[in-house]
């Protein structure tokens, strides 16, 4: 199976249990509802839940044992896009080609939207606990990587430094390590704690890395994307001042850290017993992906 | 020991442990710190974390058992507050006689500091899962609480109706019910789960009427209050169309129905065996006080 197919099964594996768990919000009021779900359905490349996946095929582990940690992992990515675009964060207009969550219903209701979407997660995790330790502790990870010493840090860090003209080259690598990184980290490690710790510290760089990499690669399309591929704004970290690795590193050196950060993730993963391939792929698909 | 000496001795075991928790916290940049910091240690009744010591009392279990499950509610209540005061929500600019989480640290790390709060007290909740099954179930007890069936579901509803003409009593008993009813119900079932469903149902029920009777007193002292004393800005609900027991039964029967909860409350204390007397004093605190 080619990488496009097999990303396109490891969806439809993930996008059923979405589907089903969609399917399964019946909160009141509508508008609760409704905007829950309006986040949720609006797609993207699934790439935290595709990674989940992908990793227990390479450790050899059944891959229905990380179908809830996906689910959760992608509604608390969900909630912090909802949150992230409001108008005093990172104020987008669009997600995905659509309006973002507050345009439609409201600062205030967008607001509660994710907070629904981070609660529900918890919901989710705290019923795989009954499984067993290692389910726990699985949880415990997706949370701390969620939290305030993960990707929560790292928004924080991200809205203190807009408009900073002294950032520096390590509170860039904080921002990306724990805004973005944190939440690829946890999918991967997910599936190595369920397999009572193999590659653990392998995956848990892998993850690192591929999050500075995904980071990379979004400050890059900000200059070179296109609204129509990417759904959403361009050009907005240059007018709004944000500190980026193309602010730093310009944009051949930063693509040239792309490429760097590229080859450490297939190095990490040609150290892996096991059917690597499509993971070696998912990292050139990230490297050169126009949405 | 009298009610305010009771009230005391376990208001000081909760804040050791807060203390303990805030002074634990270290996670950067400084102003995630801060602005975490500042709304935890703004004081406050502590009711929910009082009404857990003295439920875990009532039913002869070891207080210790319970102070985690305390804490954690008491971030989530916390939480809560500092997202229901964004002006795109309630718009209040005090609390608790300060100004409010936003008006010091700004909008975006107002959001930030409440899904912080909330992650922190999933993380707090994973930890004693490890305990056994009943502290699974009682974690799970109080996301539901939390959640999009639970507090955010009555946030949603109360945002809803907002300048909204048409409301009605089944819609304010939904709000009452789930924004401030279950969050004051998961303290008082948490022991009850924790003592192997001892009172299981009457405490729910307890908490539910103990919800509304709090709020009820919230809207009278909204009429009634002084700033100087609760805190808080006074005649908002007016001002802004607020949908609330007062606007629906008028400032008496608003007193009326108060007093008709703190009956029910009491009558389900009364049923239960152990030193109810701490407990049914504190109806009586709720059903008259002036913050």
Same mark, same amino acid.
């Given at each position: =199976?080619?990488?496009?197919?097999?990303?396109?099964? $490891? /969806?439809?594996?993930?996008?059923?249990?979405?589907?089903?768990? !969609?399917?399964?919000?019946?909160?009141?009021?509508?508008?609760? %509802?409704?905007?829950?779900?309006?986040?949720?359905?609006?797609?993207?490349? %699934?790439?935290?839940?595709?990674?989940?996946?992908?990793?227990?095929?390479?450790?050899?582990?059944?891959? @229905?044992?990380? /179908?809830?940690?996906?689910?959760?992992?992608? /509604?608390?990515?969900? $909630?912090?896009?909802?949150?992230?675009?409001?108008?005093? =964060?990172?104020?987008?207009?669009?997600? @995905?080609?659509?309006?973002?969550?507050?345009?439609?219903?409201?600062?205030?209701?967008?607001?509660?939207?994710?907070?629904?979407?981070?609660n529900?997660a918890y919901s989710?995790l705290l *019923?795989?606990?009954?499984?067993?330790? #290692? $389910?726990?502790?699985?949880? #415990?990870?997706?949370?701390?990587?969620?939290?305030? $010493?993960? =990707?929560?840090?790292?928004?924080?860090?991200?809205?203190?430094?807009?408009?900073?003209?002294?950032?520096? #080259?390590?509170?860039?690598?904080?921002?990306?390590?724990?805004?973005?990184?944190?939440?690829?980290?946890?999918?991967?490690?997910?599936?190595?704690?369920?397999?009572?710790?193999? !590659?653990?510290?392998?995956?848990?760089?892998?993850?690192?890395?591929?999050?500075?990499?995904?980071?990379?690669?979004?400050?890059?399309?900000?200059?070179?994307?296109?609204?129509?591929?990417?759904? *959403?704004?361009?050009?907005?970290?240059?007018?709004?001042?944000?500190?980026?690795?193309?602010?730093?590193?310009?944009?051949?050196?930063? *693509?040239?850290?792309?490429?760097?950060?590229?080859?450490? !993730?297939?190095?990490?993963? #040609?150290?892996?017993?096991?059917?690597?391939?499509?993971?070696?792929?998912?990292?050139?698909?990230?490297?050169?992906?126009?949405?």
């Amino acid at each position: =199976m080619n990488f496009n197919d097999k990303y396109g099964a $490891y /969806l439809n594996e993930f996008n059923a249990v979405l589907t089903e768990f !969609c399917d399964s919000i019946d909160c009141r009021p509508d508008v609760l %509802r409704d905007s829950l779900k309006y986040s949720l359905e609006l797609g993207g490349k %699934r790439i935290r839940p595709v990674l989940c996946l992908a990793t227990a095929d390479l450790l050899g582990l059944e891959r @229905r044992k990380v /179908l809830k940690f996906a689910l959760a992992i992608e /509604l608390i990515h969900t $909630y912090s896009l909802i949150h992230d675009d409001l108008p005093e =964060m990172d104020n987008d207009d669009f997600r @995905r080609g659509k309006p973002s969550n507050h345009k439609v219903f409201g600062v205030g209701n967008a607001v509660l939207a994710g907070d629904g979407l981070l609660n529900t997660a918890y919901s989710i995790l705290l *019923k795989e606990c009954r499984k067993g330790t #290692e $389910y726990i502790s699985a949880a #415990e990870f997706v949370c701390d990587c969620a939290g305030i $010493y993960g =990707m929560i840090a790292g928004q924080s860090a991200d809205l203190l430094h807009e408009n900073d003209n002294s950032f520096n #080259e390590p509170t860039l690598n904080f921002i990306y390590e724990n805004k973005t990184g944190k939440l690829l980290t946890a999918p991967v490690v997910v599936p190595a704690i369920l397999s009572g710790g193999r !590659c653990f510290a392998e995956l848990k760089s892998f993850g690192k890395d591929l999050g500075a990499l995904f980071q990379i690669t979004d400050d890059i399309l900000d200059i070179e994307g296109e609204f129509s591929t990417l759904g *959403k704004s361009i050009g907005k970290d240059k007018t709004e001042g944000k500190y980026t690795s193309v602010a730093l590193y310009g944009l051949d050196g930063a *693509k040239l850290r792309a490429d760097v950060l590229a080859e450490r !993730c297939s190095a990490i993963l #040609e150290g892996i017993d096991g059917d690597r391939e499509f993971l070696i792929k998912l990292v050139q698909f990230v490297r050169t992906r126009n949405k």
